[in-house]
């Protein structure tokens, strides 16, 4: 039986109109992300990854084109897409619980066992003695933790990082990869992430998408081999091949900025 993809992008074109002017933020693009994938999308800034990870989530319809979520037309955000973002936007005056209860909130799902599910989850990220205290009292990692028990809790299926770990230090940045790279694998999530760290995308990923910029568009596509996949995305990286495919994608990213894009 063949699988439903759970994203599929089919001629995907957008276009922003302001009163000056109208911009092709992407052009033609074309992908599917198959259930329990972990993609990365990479591309010099304005290339149009956070345009198109805000399509996927509903925020804003497509110009042309469609996109499909689980083979339906995407209508407008749903539960089943979670989206964290680079900056955590906890509430400073919430505490870290209800932080991280507000996604059921606002959905309406809040229950004694959904609060039960998001008190597991923040046990499981390490942050279990943290559910009283205030975003101020945690360090930038552990506030990222919290954004991500939050995007969890009401159970999507497909998750859409935007830069989640790079505000953080090299350290830090490295658990967190092991973490939410092991969370979405172990609970058979797919996922979509945006860096700018290549050796980040090479690390967690299935497959590297590189995007071209003005307009965006999909430039080449790298699958990532066995043995680098089946590593923990921080011994990932001292795996054979890891830098040879580092340097090859590196150039492809580099001849990009030389042309100006
Ligand atoms: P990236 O995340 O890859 O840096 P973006 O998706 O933010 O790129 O932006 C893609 C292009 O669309 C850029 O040229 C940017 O200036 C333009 N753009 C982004 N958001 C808007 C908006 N709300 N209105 C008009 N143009 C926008
Ligand atoms: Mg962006």
Known sequence: MSQVPVVELKDLD???????????ALEGMNLSVMPGEFISLVGPSGCGKTTLLSVIAGL?????????????????????VGYMLQQDYLFPWRTILSN????????GRLSEDSQAFVLELLEGMGLGGTADRYPHQLSGGMRQRVALVRTLATNPDLLLLDEPFSALDYQTKLQLEDLVVDTLRQRGKTGILVTHDLSEAIAVSDRVIVLAARPGRIRSTYVIPETIRGAQPFYAREEAGFNELF????????SLEGKGE
Request: glycine share 8%.
């Open 60 to 80: 804003f319809p497509p110009s042309r084109g469609e996109v499909l979520l689980h083979g339906k037309p995407v209508a407008g955000p749903s539960p089943e």
């Open 14 to 24: 957008l276009v922003y109109v302001t009163d000056r002017e109208a911009v092709l």
């Open 247 to 254: 340097h090859e994608i590196w150039r492809d990213l580099e």
């Open 100 to 107: 991280a209860l507000l996604g059921l909130e606002l959905t």
